[in-house]
């Protein structure tokens, strides 16, 4: 650290500082202003804001943040494709590898795109990466037996560390991405909030940010989440709760011992991380209520009879 430190020893002042500020998880970033001493201009969030804003946030003084706060509301207002993913000297992505041909970043409007945030280091990025690609062919399909309706692309957007990882990574991917170690990579991240990865975030044809939830979405409707809008999700929505009244209230499931019980989102449930598939659940889902253990309702396998018992 280049800055200045309480000395080791100083245990009394560390515990003062953390009483005074309430101080209960780290790394925490408290900050103050030089002129005043009055309780609203602390601010306590400053690891938040540093992840948000970068150098920009400095000298984090409420006009500057409401300042941030509008140009923020701004950019994503007039968010495009273009201004999104193009610099002043590239305009274009990679195409799939290996031909890594270049693809106008202009080719891109009028159709539904993803952001995938992924990283080869990243196991649970590996996982959703072969589901995220036949379901990428087969929204393709549907679209090319659908014409009139509007394209579909994913541009990969990578937090790999070398680029041995990122060619390797990349080549499982039959869809564009921005180059390796690219400085709008970060400029994404911080645009979209991204905090963990994979994250898969859905762009309309007109640029504007359809929803965040990209990959819980596919985990949930797979293909049928295409294209991804509101109206789409509630005739989803609509047709899962219909079908959630044919399913048994609770279920004797290979992968548990307990018996499991059918929840909802007004029912206890809610979004979950599945223990069969270790994806993202949302909305239906069988749980334990002795031990919270919860699966999708697809992800249900019967016990007994023939079927191998899991412990
Ligand atoms: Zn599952
Ligand atoms: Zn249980």
Redesign the pocket.
Known sequence: MPWLAIPFSDLESKKALSRKFDVEGIPCLIILQPDSNEKEEILRDGVELLHRYGVEAFPFTRERLEELEREEKEKHDNQTFANLLSSHDRDYLLGHHPTNGQVPVASLVGKTLGLFFSAQWCLPGMKFTPKLVSIYHKIKQLISERPGVEGFEIVYVSSDRDRASFDSYSSLMPWLALPFGDPKIRALARHFDVQDIPCLIILGPDGKTVTKQGRSLINLYQENAYPFTEARLESLHRQMDEEAKGLPRSELHAG?H?ELTLVSDGTGGGPFICCDCDEQGLGWAYL?L??G?EVHTKCVRAAGGNSTVGP
Do not use: A, L, M, T
């Open positions: 548990h307990h334990c002795e031990c253990y």
